[in-house]
């Protein structure tokens, strides 16, 4: 098997982890059409850095031949899929090769595991070893760790990678014997317990030394887990509760929710169809709640008496929350401070922003908030500035909902 086609098997398989993934473009090229460019190339995905420069990644498996038997994989070790392995010294190459054609900036390496994890986690930091001594690679490498590798094995791992990530596959520890009985919960926490405080020590020392008797960094863009939403019964109050759990015990850079997808062969605990895909959206949103605008999960997807805590699929977790709590509405933008403005619907942090610098040198008015680029119609029946009040639009939440609920969409008949 040439690499060309191993590099389709492995880039196809890697599909599935959603840690690093643009989603939701068109299929199309330039093929014909004398422009430039595609969506469809293999192994190429886009991720986001802290300062919003989006940078592109080579993004392929090490190999996906896998020991474990997982249900909801793909590449599971009784699934009947065609298999394929990169050496370490295949994915230097590929990698060099498609950053010196300026097609990447980066490398985002998983694997399936051989043999056992330890031997997996030697190939993985092999990779990443080689690239960046042997050849002095400056660009930003992504490695998955495997969660029972040993301290060792990670410590080096974080020497040579920007970021690592465990998945943390399932919300719950009884999905996860239920699905993937090879793994434990305990097991993943402990290891995302282990890289945190490498992380940290790490920080320290670097903090506390000065000149070039600093320590290397170690994995300085953090960690990052993924959840699989949809394979388990699981409800979004549970799977927020653990995202909560990850961020403030393991101080978690991203928890990325990927909608679990129907696989050839599957096993019968698996459901028949995929969930809606706007419930991994709502999730995301419910994310940035909690990690932004200082919502916690209770409020975001309060429990019910005998009924699964689920996020309303027909508008977004903050709207919804707005219309459950009408009293704390309507917020005067003149006066309010930044924890309630970053309450109100339609508003973000960077809009807040502007609102509170531009307060400081004159009363708000309908008009200024216009240049704001925010959504209006979602905004003004919770807002109230010099020239306006919502009046009575507060007082049926029922109808507001109905005039800020995006209308019901007749399904294509040939999709």
């Known amino acids: 098997m040439n690499t060309i086609q191993k590099l389709a098997i492995l880039a196809d398989a890697a599909k599935y982890d959603a840690s690093c993934a643009s989603s939701g473009a068109t299929k199309r090229n330039s093929l014909g059409t004398g422009g430039i460019g595609s969506t469809e190339g293999m192994g190429i995905c886009h991720s986001y850095t802290p300062d919003g420069r989006c940078v592109s990644l080579l993004k392929i498996l090490l190999t996906n031949f896998c020991v474990f038997d997982c ?29 010196k054609r300026n097609y990447i900036e980066g490398l985002f390496l998983s694997s399936g595991i051989i043999r056992n994890g330890d031997y997996t986690m030697e190939q993985l930091v092999e990779v990443a ?55 434990s919960l305990p097991a993943i926490r402990a290891a995302m317990g282990h890289l945190r405080w490498r992380i940290e020590e790490t920080k320290q020392e670097r903090k506390a030394a000065r000149g070039k008797h600093k320590p290397p960094p170690f994995a300085p863009a953090g960690q990052s887990t993924q959840m699989i939403i949809g394979a388990d019964a ?30 050839p ?17 709502r999730l995301y949103q419910a994310d940035w709640l909690l990690r932004f605008y200082a919502f916690d999960a209770d ?8 009924g ?35 309450r109100v619907p339609g508003l973000g942090t960077r809009n807040v922003g502007k609102i ?20 209006l119609r979602k905004m003004l029946p919770f807002v109230q500035v010099l020239d306006h009040h919502p009046q009575k639009l507060l007082d049926d939440a029922d109808k507001l909902r109905a005039r800020l609920a995006p209308p019901p969409r007749q399904a294509a008949l040939f999709a």
């Open 71 to 99: 249900v909801y994989c793909v590449n599971r070790v009784s699934s009947n899929v065609r298999r394929a392995r990169f050496t370490p010294q295949e994915v230097v190459r590929l990698t060099l090769d498609f950053y």
């Open 299 to 306: 409020e975001i997807v309060p429990r019910t008496d005998g």
């Open 129 to 183: 070893r080689c690239l960046r001594e042997d050849h002095k690679f400056r660009g930003y490498i992504h490695l998955k760790t495997i969660p029972d590798a040993s301290p060792d094995l990670m410590a080096r791992a974080g020497q040579y990678a920007d970021r690592l990530s465990i998945n943390v596959e399932l919300p719950t520890e009884k999905s996860l014997q239920q699905l993937a009985p090879e793994k």
């Open 356 to 375: 509170l610098m531009a307060r400081r040198h004159a009363r708000l008015r309908l008009d200024d908030l216009s240049r704001l680029r925010a959504p």
């Open 265 to 281: 062969d599957a096993s019968s605990k698996l459901p028949l169809q995929a969930p809606p895909l706007a419930r991994e959206h």
């Open 234 to 263: 699981t409800d979004d109050r549970a799977v927020l509760d653990s995202s909560v759990n990850m961020y403030n015990n393991y101080r978690l850079r991203r928890v990325y929710y990927s909608a679990f997808s129907p696989i």
């Open 308 to 342: 699964t805590a689920m996020l309303d699929l027909d508008i977004d977790p903050k709207l919804a929350w707005a219309l459950r709590h009408h009293e704390y509405f309507p917020v005067d933008l003149n006066t309010a401070p930044k924890e309630r403005l970053l």
